[in-house]
């Protein structure tokens, strides 16, 4: 399993990925697993109250809990990509978007997966997920 958080402009969405043992041209076949929309406005919203913002994901995390096997926790990635406003953020008030990266490092470290990280995506970063993404479900890295 791997746990993704999408820290979008508007909302957050936590995404489960599952990968089995199966192989296609040497590349693990991915499912998404199932998904949770975060109740509330996307994480640079709480710029004025960054301890809010692990409040937040709490209800969508306990799901994430339920639906991924407690033998498997300690072992799923878990790793928050936030795009457009923290980009934004980061370049009006740097101290803020800083501030939520911390108060989001420090909610996503207390859970029992393995936190890998929350970090500002480019927007080339962004990008190059949104492509692999479709082509990889469209089956162009298969054919």
């Not at 640079?44 to 960054?50: G, H, L």
């Not at 639906?67 to 457009?84: D, F």
């Not at 740097?94 to 990280?117: C, Y």
């Amino acid at each position: 399993y791997g746990v993704v958080l999408d820290a979008g402009p508007s909302h957050t969405t936590l995404l489960i990925y599952q990968w089995t043992a199966d192989k296609v041209n040497n590349t693990r076949v991915i499912r998404e697993w199932s998904s949770c929309t975060v109740q509330g406005p996307g994480v640079s919203s709480y710029a004025d109250s960054p301890q809010e913002v692990g409040k937040s994901l709490e209800p969508c995390l306990h799901w994430a809990r339920r639906e991924i096997p407690a033998e498997q926790h300690s072992q799923t990635p878990l790793y928050l990509g936030a795009t457009a406003s923290m980009r934004q953020l980061n370049l009006t008030n740097p101290i803020l978007s800083d501030a939520l990266l911390v108060a989001l490092t420090v909610a996503l470290k207390s859970t029992p997966f393995d936190f890998q990280g929350a970090q500002i995506l480019s927007s080339l970063d962004e990008e190059a997920f949104k492509w692999a993404a479709v082509n990889y479900v469209m089956e162009n890295f298969i054919q």
